[in-house]
């Protein structure tokens, strides 16, 4: 069979909407790792903890809004609205990590055994 051919047999030919299944179930659980790990942190840093917290919900309502099916003129509203979102999330994201408590030195991040 020719490479450029595709088979009747790929699940994507059968329903393409599947693809917009998938993307929206890899923002929930990318929202669902976010507020697994900022429950982790809360235990170290309640402050910075709720921040990743935060982001959760926001992560989970850009995913649900990317792919819903708008008319086409609605499209670059959406895709604008879900870029300013990401762009604010990466803007929080970078404050907490410049402005967090860091280590004073290495031996408090790696204990030494032995």
């Known amino acids: 069979m020719p490479a450029d051919r595709t088979s009747a047999d790929d699940p994507e030919d059968l329903d393409p909407g599947l693809a917009r299944e998938r993307t929206r179930l890899a923002w929930a659980r990318t929202a669902i790792a976010f507020a697994a790990v900022g429950a982790v942190v809360v235990r170290k840093d309640v402050i910075d903890g709720l921040v990743v917290l935060a982001g959760a919900p926001l992560i989970w309502a850009i995913g649900h809004f990317a ?43 790696l204990p030494r055994h032995g």
């Open 67 to 109: 792919v819903l099916r708008k008319r086409p003129e609605q499209a670059s509203g959406r895709l604008l609205a879900v870029t300013v979102s990401v762009i604010v999330a990466a803007a929080l994201a970078t404050l907490v990590a410049f402005l967090g408590h860091s280590p004073a030195s290495l031996d408090q991040i």
